[in-house]
């Protein structure tokens, strides 16, 4: 069972902006700041927004992230075929002293 | 090239240990910490645990504390996972991950990633 909550799919047509929340609590989004993966089939995850809305180097700025209270997004505008991956949210947890995940949200570009 | 490169895959049978590695190169390993991920198959991701090989300072998932323990060789940049009594429930494929930190501090991101290690345990 997952800590931060995501929906299970999501989906879009090419060039869409699309966007994929993740809810948690006091303890995780609330109180730290959220990172965001996206993994390709059979691929190891990649980052692609860390502290919150900061993107790593190469990641396009099509990817944006937000957070308010308890809840984050991810934002992804122009969407493209190469976009269709499961994407999964990450806080740090005061409890666990370690990062929880969501259960992941898997794109469809149609 | 910053990478993380990992062991290759395993099948054991239910009681048999295992230590797989995750041998890093491109940057000073002794200064980053290597978290170590599970993904079942077909589900999500799953923070098992942390350990800074500066001076191997270790954390673990409360969840899975006492079930795997993690060390490190600082000599040869490589950091391990290892079961003493491997379950059918430890099938997974297993990442290790670099965490992201600047000179001023670290986020709780995972910024390299190693390409996994498939474990199948099976009787």
């Known amino acids: 069972q997952s800590l931060l909550t995501q929906p299970p799919s999501a989906s879009g047509t090419p060039g869409q902006r699309v966007t994929i929340s993740c809810s948690g609590g006091?303890?995780?989004?609330?109180?730290?700041?959220v990172n965001w993966y996206q993994q390709l089939p059979g691929m190891a995850p990649r980052l692609l927004i860390y502290?919150?809305?900061q993107r790593p180097s190469g990641v396009p700025d099509r990817f944006s992230g937000s957070k308010s209270g308890t809840s984050a997004s991810l934002a992804i505008s122009g969407l493209q075929s190469e976009d269709e991956a499961d994407y999964y949210c990450?806080?740090?947890?005061?409890?666990?002293?370690?990062?929880?995940f969501g259960g992941g949200t898997k794109l469809t570009v149609l | 090239e910053v990478q993380l490169v990992q062991s290759g895959a395993e099948v054991k049978k239910p009681g048999e240990s295992l230590k797989i590695f995750c041998r890093a190169s491109?940057?000073?390993?002794?200064?980053?910490?290597i978290g170590w991920v599970r993904q079942k198959p077909g589900k999500g991701l799953e923070w098992m645990g942390l350990?800074?090989?500066?001076?191997?300072?270790?954390r673990y998932s409360p969840s899975l504390q006492g079930q795997v323990s993690i060390s490190v060789d600082k000599s040869i940049s490589t950091a391990y996972l290892q079961w003493t009594s491997l379950r059918a429930s430890d099938t997974a494929k297993y990442f290790c991950?670099?965490?992201?930190?600047?000179?001023?501090?670290?986020?709780?991101?995972?910024?390299?990633w190693g390409q996994g290690t498939m474990v199948t345990v099976s009787s």
């Open positions: 491109g940057y000073t390993f002794g200064i980053y910490w």
């Open positions: 502290n919150t809305d």
């Open positions: 990450s806080a740090r947890h005061d409890t666990v002293n370690g990062p929880v």
């Open positions: 006091s303890s995780d989004i609330g109180g730290n700041t």
């Open positions: 350990i800074y090989p500066g001076d191997s300072d270790t």
């Open positions: 991950a670099r965490r992201d930190c600047t000179p001023t501090g670290c986020s709780s991101a995972f910024d390299i």
